[in-house]
C-alpha cells in the first residue's frame, strides 16, 4: 500500500434525520468526499494525497468535516464550494484557515 504524504479524511457518519448531533452526511460530506477524490486526480496529486470515507470524527455539530493530515487540522462547515481551495491547498502543502475550527475540549 503506499504512503501518501497527505490524507483527507471525510466523515460520512449519517444518522437519522433531527438527531440532536447531526450529521455530516446529512450536510452533503459524500458528495464532498466524490469531488476531493476527483479534484485530487485533476489536479494530478493523487499520487500524493488521498481523500478517504471516515466514521464519526465526533465534530457532528460543525459537519460536513474534514480532517487534514499531517497537518492535524479540522476543517468545519465544509461544502462543495469549499472543495477546489481544499484541492489546491493540499496541492501546495497548505491549508484552508477560513475552514479551520478548533479542537474540542476532552
Known sequence: MPH????????TNRREDGHPKGSCA???SEEILKLLKAGLLKEGVAA???ACGS???DL???GAV???EPEHVSYGHVT????????AA?????????????PKDP
Open 60 to 62: 457532528c455539530e460543525i
Open 90 to 102: 493540499v496541492a501546495r502543502g497548505d491549508v484552508v484557515s477560513r475552514l479551520v475550527v478548533a
Open 80 to 87: 462543495a464550494g469549499d472543495v477546489p481551495e481544499i484541492v
Open 26 to 28: 446529512a450536510s452533503g
Open 55 to 57: 466514521t464519526c470524527l
Open 66 to 68: 474534514v480532517v487534514q
Open 48 to 50: 500524493e494525497a488521498r
Open 4 to 11: 501518501r504524504k497527505r490524507y483527507l479524511f471525510v466523515c
